[in-house]
């Protein structure tokens, strides 16, 4: 990630208005649809603290590991966030994603929500998600 970006990412800081809670859930959008794993993990603290479904990890260097398997895995990944709530320092977001599983080939849609908290300089240091997958049909595809 340039040095320009990642400062106007890090310009995104508690206490969050509907403008920068927005203009964040954009940011992470983008940097999630790029699958750059390294980028993606810039955006949470040395120390973040995940659950992500059943799965509970801590650390920068474990959600670069993580996104690397999961991007692997789920081929043609296309991702929408959407701003549902936030306060001075949270934020929850629906969300909805595409793809294809690498080994059946078959298409999924994932609906899901997450809950972040973030510290003084914009960084994640929680990140809560729940999700259920659906079958769908390539032609059904939204992304």
């Known amino acids: 990630m340039s040095v320009r970006k990642l400062k106007t990412m890090n310009t995104l800081i508690p206490p969050f208005t509907r403008e ?30 995940w659950r992500n479904r059943g799965e509970f990890f801590v650390g920068r260097e474990n ?32 969300f909805e994603y595409e793809w294809q599983d690498a080994k059946t080939k078959q298409w999924m849609r994932t609906h899901g929500n997450e809950h972040w908290e973030f510290d003084k300089e914009g960084l994640m240091k929680i990140r809560d998600m729940s999700a259920n997958d659906i079958t769908i049909k390539k032609e059904d595809r939204k992304y």
């Open 20 to 49: 920068t809670a927005t203009a964040k859930v954009q940011a992470a959008e983008n940097a999630w649809n790029t699958k750059n794993s390294e980028r993606v993990a810039l955006a949470y603290t040395i120390d973040s603290q």
């Open 63 to 94: 959600i670069a590991n993580f996104l690397t398997h999961k991007w692997e895995n789920e081929l043609h990944y296309k991702l929408k966030k959407h701003l549902w709530s936030f306060s001075d320092n949270r934020i929850s977001v629906r």
